[in-house]
């Protein structure tokens, strides 16, 4: 049981939005913890694909944006490509356990 | 350009140690903490723990506290992460990655994952 939360799966077809939820609470997000999101891909190492909620690192398209507000975030990723299929992962840090914490991870399928 | 270049792939009987290196290149060492961060097959990311490369202090998730340390050589801007009485369910690929944990700047960067394997 992650202490972020996120949806298992979502699909979307080529070009269509899609977005996947973080949903945390008030040791972790609702504090005011930055959230960021991974991008992996199948065998690879994780991608940093957003940080501090809604920055994108230099390289990754403005298709890809990120929100925050109260205890949950959200990727959104519009004009879905192929090459975007993947699995997603947030990632906060939670006060009452003093440690970085992840969400399960959602997979993303284009159709 | 900035790397991180993990060890290779540990086969290790239950019960052993195993011993990961993180080798640092293209920046400071001492600029950016160093987190471990590993993952079991099929399963998500767990997030164990990271190290200040500039003092050596170090947080560990309370999951591994008592089994797991994590330091830095910052002569050959390594950092490393040795996990102690190895089970079978810590099989998986283990990963560096810079940044702490509550950083505004995330992990930007990783490692390329070490796989160990805990078999008898």
């Known amino acids: 049981q992650s202490v972020l939360t996120q949806p298992p799966s979502v699909s979307g077809a080529p070009g269509q939005r899609v977005t996947i939820s973080c949903t945390g609470s008030?040791?972790?997000?609702?504090?005011?913890?930055?959230v960021h999101w991974y991008q992996q891909l199948p065998g690879t190492a994780p991608k940093l694909l957003i940080y501090g909620n809604s920055n994108r690192p230099s390289g990754v398209p403005d298709r890809f944006s990120g929100s925050k507000s109260g205890t949950s975030a959200s990727l959104a990723i519009t004009g879905l490509q192929a090459e975007d299929e993947a699995d997603y992962y947030c990632?906060?840090?939670?006060?009452?356990?003093?440690?970085?914490?992840f969400g399960g991870g959602t997979k993303l399928t284009v159709l | 350009q900035v790397q991180l270049v993990q060890s290779g792939a540990e086969v290790k009987k239950p019960g052993a140690s195993v011993k990961v290196s993180c080798k640092a290149s293209?920046?400071?060492?001492?600029?950016?903490?160093i987190s471990w961060v590993r993952q079991a097959p099929g399963q998500g990311l767990e997030w164990m723990g990271w190290?200040?490369?500039?003092?050596?202090?170090?947080n560990y998730a309370q999951k591994f506290q008592g089994r797991v340390t994590m330091t830095t050589d910052t002569s050959t801007s390594t950092a490393y992460m040795e996990l102690r009485n190895l089970r079978s369910d810590a099989t998986a690929v283990y990963y560096c990655a810079r940044g702490g944990s509550s950083g505004p700047q995330g992990f930007d960067y990783w490692g390329q994952g070490t796989l160990v394997t805990v078999s008898s």
């Open positions: 190290i200040s490369t500039y003092n050596g202090n170090t």
């Open positions: 990632q906060s840090y939670d006060s009452s356990l003093s440690q970085g914490v």
């Open positions: 293209g920046y400071t060492f001492t600029s950016y903490d």
């Open positions: 008030s040791s972790n997000i609702g504090a005011g913890y930055d």
